[in-house]
């Protein structure tokens, strides 16, 4: 089906392909962070095959555990990669060398780097190094990074943000503003991870050089050729990320800060499911599985998850990352699995919005889980509505307030879980849906009321179109406590500043606070929940 005019997916989602021109080296500063080792503003955009291997696109780490991380980078032609480690940031002692891959073509000149046998709860600092393939001793200048293990005691502080839907409905990077400057922000804030809950581009949705904006003045783009077209080729794909990187404020957030990485909708194509067959007249592939096939090959590429890499089909999205006693993340994936966008009035859904394998694995992961957070990383909200069309519906609820039907059979199969289980200490962390609240679930204010309380905030976005709070859907006794959105449908960044979310656990006491910013304004709402006693 093709998008709907005036939606929050898909507002200038038609727009044609426009003029590119990249006006990043006289209009971007250099990244605040590691500054002699990134490159300059000018070497961003270039892809050069002469001198020495460099990697422009900056560094990102993830995958971290107590005693490994995976490190990313891309050069700008083929090369050997290798990243040294060191607990000096001066890198005076303590060095050691990583090898790694080749980076050629086959990856878009993309590779990771498997770091092992890490201390448990430190500062590492690396630099990852590029050399000729038949050179080694050409080789080009370092580009830093820095990350921390994660920790063995629970006597030490958590701290992540947390935020989704970059690059939408025509809002890029505006060289007049300084980029995307809610990433310096969010690295002022020194966390230990940042957990990219979705819409990490915007493949279904071309930038043009500007967009007129309410008060009559323009919002200037920075645009390339692979962002004047929705995506459809590898390469297209592949260009939507590259897009964001070239803001100097993302690449130093990634040098200092591990993402945790999952996808929605607009990694691909705006409300997909398996098995669609696409009426949109500005794509030329019909086959949304041809494209998602491509999306999440170029997502392993341009993010450090070993599993997805080169497009392997064992590699999964969903997954778990255990960041100490404290806490554990799940990661969800909310788009592979599915069945059709429907009404959702249906009283037997095995498929629903998880698939059955991911809901069984959910189920286990949370019941092996001894830390004292479960945190469960959803791509999309619970209980708000979020149309696709006029009929059908794209999330779980489906704005009926009785019983459970559709897909939300299945999330009344893991909440009973959940509470007969005795599993504690879980909560929901999404974005999606372009405002920012804080909405708490009770089985007294429900229809199905087989579940135990739990908490669900929402996020975002964190460089999108800014829009109105969705309705909340009754069957799981949502309450919003807290909401601020804006006003009007597909507000610009600079109307409506980004949203993010914060996370904080106390090393001493194990109290978990959630910290709802705003760009420039602060904590918007904060409250602090207190752990239950751990399943033993």
């Not at 009283?347 to 469960?376: C, F, H, N, Y």
Request: charged content about 20%; aromatic content about 10%.
């Amino acid at each position: 089906m093709a998008p709907l005019p005036h939606t929050r997916r898909s507002l200038l989602g038609g727009s044609i392909a426009v003029p590119v021109g990249i006006a990043l080296s006289s209009t971007i500063a250099a990244p605040a962070f590691a500054a002699p080792a990134l490159a300059s503003p000018a070497e961003a955009p270039a892809f050069t095959r002469s001198g020495r291997p460099g990697a422009p696109w900056g560094v990102q780490s993830g995958e971290i555990t107590a005693h490994s991380a995976t490190v990313w980078t891309r050069a700008d032609r083929p090369a050997r990669m290798y990243v040294e480690t060191s607990p000096s940031e001066s890198f005076r002692y303590g060095v050691r060398r990583h090898g790694g891959p080749y980076l050629g073509p086959g990856t878009d000149y993309t590779g990771t780097v498997t770091l092992r046998d890490l201390p448990p709860g430190q500062q590492i600092h690396y630099r990852v190094v590029l050399a000729d393939p038949d050179d080694p001793r050409r080789a080009g200048r370092p580009v830093a990074g820095t990350f921390r293990t994660t920790p063995v005691s629970r006597r030490r502080d958590v701290r992540f943000l947390w935020s989704g839907d970059l690059a939408g409905q025509g809002w890029g990077i505006n060289p007049d503003l300084g980029g995307y400057r809610v990433f310096e922000e969010m690295r002022l804030r020194d966390p230990d991870f940042f957990l990219f809950s979705g819409d990490t581009v915007y493949a279904d949705g071309p930038i043009q050089a500007s967009v007129p904006l309410r008060d009559g003045t323009l919002w200037h783009n920075v645009t390339t050729e692979e962002k004047a077209k929705v995506a459809e080729t590898l390469d297209e794909f592949r260009g939507n990320f590259r897009y964001n990187l070239l803001d100097h404020n993302l690449r130093a957030f990634n040098a200092q800060v591990p993402v945790l990485a999952q996808w929605d909708d607009h990694e691909v194509r705006n409300n997909w499911y398996p098995g669609q067959l696409l009426e949109d007249p500005r794509y030329t592939v019909k086959d949304v599985d041809t494209l998602a096939a491509r999306a999440r090959r170029a997502f392993g590429e341009y993010f450090p998850v070993t599993d997805l890499r080169g497009g392997r089909a064992e590699g999964r999205m969903y997954r778990v990352m255990r960041y100490g006693p404290l806490l554990d993340v799940f990661v969800l994936d909310m788009r592979t699995h599915r069945n059709a966008n429907s009404p959702g009035r249906q009283s037997d859904d095995p498929i629903g919005i998880l698939g059955p394998e991911q809901l069984a694995w959910l189920k286990r992961e949370l019941l092996r889980s001894r830390a004292t957070w479960k945190v469960i990383a959803s791509d999309m909200p619970l209980g708000i509505v979020v149309p696709d069309g006029a009929a059908n519906f794209e999330a779980v609820a489906q704005g009926e307030p009785g019983a459970p039907l559709g897909r939300e059979l299945q999330i009344a199969e893991l909440l009973r879980h959940i509470k007969h289980q005795r599993i504690t200490g879980t909560l929901w962390l999404t974005a999606d849906v372009h405002y920012t609240a804080a909405n708490h679930y009770a089985p007294e204010r429900a229809a199905f009321g087989d579940f135990a309380p739990f908490w669900e905030f929402v996020s975002g976005p964190v460089g999108a179109g800014g829009f109105p709070a969705g309705k909340l859907d009754a069957t799981f006794g949502p309450e919003t406590v807290f909401v601020q959105s804006a006003p009007l449908p597909n507000m610009s960044p600079s109307e409506n500043p980004p949203y993010y979310g914060e996370v904080e656990i106390d090393g001493e006491s194990g109290e978990l606070t959630v910290r709802l910013r705003r760009q420039g304004g602060g904590v918007l709402f904060s409250t602090t929940l207190r752990p239950g006693r751990v399943r033993q």
